[in-house]
Structure formats: C-alpha cells, structure tokens
C-alpha cells in the first residue's frame, strides 16, 4: 500500500432524505452527530433553492466565498465526514447547474438551501480521521 494510505472498513449505511427548506451541511453534519457517525463518504442528489459555495485561493491561504441566490440541479457532489473540534465535520464539493446548464461550484459552505435532497452517507470504520491545521496548505487536514 502506498505511504499516506490507511485501509478501511465499511460500516453502517444511511440512505435518506432532507427536509426543503433546511440547510445542506448543518442537516448532514446533526446526522452523523446524532447517529455517532465519525467517519464516513458522504453523496448527495438532488436541488438547491440557494448554494453557498467558495474558492480556496491558495496563495492568499483563504477562501473567496460565493453563492447564487437562484435555484440550481446538484449535478456532482463528493464528500466525506471527519473530525474537526470533536464534532462531525462535512467536507463536500459540490457543481451545481442553473435552468441554462451553465454550472458553478467549489467548497461546499452552510447556507445552501435545500429544495430536494437525496443523501447516502457510508461510514467507514478502522481510521481515526481527525482535521489538524497543515502549515504547508494552511488547511484544516487528515
């Protein structure tokens, strides 16, 4: 196995659906915290009513924040749970499409509302994925 890599486990899975109207990351990451869920891949289908999005610009070391206040398809969004601060933590990007086609995306943020939301969450098991600031990047990493 390559340096860096960890094998893991499956674990439980979770299929379901959100509320409209709640926000996309709050309502995943009260999930896994509730369900005790520290680890997990993390998919997601369905609308937006408004998405929050950002742009990591690397030599700043900062994230431009975006969002389109018109409703939008989530055409692509990949995710995964781990910890940050003791909690379940959401890191997703995302591409959402407008009625044109024409798509936006990046870092997934709170405030994306959520019209119709179709989640899989598959918790992973035998890693202990905890995020700690990487003086290289200036992220928050495994």
Same mark, same amino acid.
């Given at each position: 196995?390559?340096?860096?890599?960890?094998?893991?486990?499956?674990?439980?899975?979770?299929?379901?659906?959100?509320?409209?109207?709640?926000?996309?990351?709050?309502?995943?990451?009260?999930?896994?915290?509730?369900?005790?869920?520290? !680890?997990?891949?993390? /998919? &997601?289908? +369905?609308?937006?009513? =408004?998405? %929050?999005?950002?742009?990591?610009?690397?030599?700043?070391? *900062?994230?431009?924040?975006?969002?389109?206040?018109?409703?939008?398809?989530?055409?692509?969004?990949?995710?995964?749970?781990?910890?940050?601060?003791?909690?379940?933590?959401?890191?997703?990007?995302?591409?959402?499409?407008? !009625?044109?086609?024409? /798509? &936006?995306? +990046?870092?997934?943020? =709170?405030? %994306?509302?959520?019209?119709?939301?179709?989640?899989?969450? *598959?918790?992973?098991?035998?890693?202990?994925?905890?995020?700690?600031?990487?003086?290289?990047?200036?992220?928050?990493?495994?």
């Amino acid at each position: 196995m390559p340096a860096g890599f960890t094998e893991i486990n499956a674990g439980r899975g979770f299929v379901g659906r959100l509320a409209t109207g709640g926000d996309l990351v709050e309502e995943i990451e009260r999930f896994c915290a509730e369900h005790g869920i520290l !680890a997990a891949q993390v /998919t &997601v289908i +369905g609308a937006v009513r =408004r998405a %929050c999005y950002a742009y990591y610009e690397q030599h700043d070391r *900062r994230y431009r924040e975006l969002q389109t206040d018109t409703h939008h398809e989530i055409v692509g969004f990949t995710g995964n749970i781990s910890l940050r601060e003791d909690r379940p933590f959401l890191h997703a990007h995302a591409t959402f499409a407008d !009625a044109s086609g024409a /798509t &936006v995306g +990046g870092h997934l943020l =709170r405030g %994306c509302e959520v019209f119709a939301a179709e989640v899989m969450i *598959r918790e992973i098991t035998g890693v202990s994925l905890v995020r700690v600031h990487d003086d290289e990047t200036g992220l928050a990493l495994w």
